[in-house]
C-alpha cells in the first residue's frame, strides 16, 4: 500500500541546515505530486514546497524562498526537502504528502489536494 515516511529531523541551532526525506513505497514517483506541510502548535498546517514529477515543477512558500530546496531521486523513490538558514519560526512538525500528477500555484498548497500523508518529523530551530 502506499506509504510515505520522513525522516531527518531534529534540533539544529538558528542558521543550521537539516535535510528531510520523504521515502515512498507502494508507488513510484513518476506521476505525481509530492510536497511538504509543516504544523506548528496551535497553527494550521501550511504548504512548504512542493514537487511536481510529471512535469518537474517546483513551488515555495514564500517565507522559505531562498533557503529551501525540494529535489527527488527518482532511484530511491525518495524526496528531499534541504532547509538552510534555520530560524526559529520554523520549527514544526514536517509531513510530507502525495498529491495528483499536476498541481497549480492556486492548489499546491491546499492540504485537502493530498491523498496520502507521513507520520510527520519534528524540527526544532532554537539556540
Known amino acids: 500500500q502506499v506509504q510515505l515516511v520522513e525522516s531527518g529531523g531534529g534540533l539544529v541551532q538558528p542558521g543550521g541546515s537539516l535535510r528531510l526525506s520523504c521515502a515512498a513505497s507502494?508507488?513510484?514517483?513518476?506521476?505525481?505530486?509530492i510536497a511538504w506541510f509543516r504544523q506548528a502548535p496551535g497553527k494550521e498546517r501550511e504548504g512548504v514546497s512542493c514537487?511536481?514529477?510529471?512535469?518537474?515543477?517546483?513551488y515555495y512558500a514564500d517565507s522559505v524562498k531562498g533557503r529551501f530546496t525540494i529535489s527527488r531521486d527518482n532511484a530511491k523513490n525518495t524526496v528531499y526537502l534541504e532547509m538552510n538558514n534555520l530560524k526559529p519560526e520554523d520549527t514544526a512538525v514536517y509531513y510530507c504528502a502525495k498529491g495528483p500528477p499536476f498541481v497549480t500555484t492556486a492548489t499546491w498548497s491546499i492540504p485537502r489536494v493530498y491523498d496520502y500523508w507521513g507520520q510527520g518529523s519534528q524540527v526544532t530551530v532554537s539556540s
Open positions: 514537487i511536481s514529477t510529471s512535469d518537474g515543477s517546483t
Open positions: 507502494g508507488f513510484t514517483l513518476d506521476y505525481c505530486t
